[in-house]
């Protein structure tokens, strides 16, 4: 029994994989629900890429923030640099 014979459709593979599929809606739903695992997936990749992103520039804004705001001095440094030039 070949396999391309056999199967028209994604029921009948996954009827031919497991033979003790018998009804379409069940077959149906679990295609629904890959689908929308996988949308969930693919959301929450594009999520935790977009906040790593801005954790990666916002973390040295913050520093350079910081270091002006906890230590005055260190303007007057980066005003020196720019006089020098």
């Not at 069940?26 to 629900?33: P, R, S």
């Not at 949308?39 to 923030?65: D, E, R, W």
Request: glycine share 4%; charged share 10%; proline share 4%.
């Amino acid at each position: 029994m070949l396999l391309t014979e056999n199967c028209n459709n994604a029921f009948d593979f996954v009827k031919f994989v497991v033979q003790n599929i018998v009804d379409p809606d069940t077959v149906k739903t679990a295609f629904l629900m890959t689908s929308q695992l996988r949308q969930l997936t693919l959301t929450l990749f594009l999520l935790q890429a977009s906040l790593s992103f801005s954790g990666a520039v916002i973390g040295p804004c913050l520093g350079m923030f910081l270091l002006g705001a906890v230590f005055p001095f260190a303007n007057s440094w980066v005003s020196l640099s720019f006089q020098i030039e």
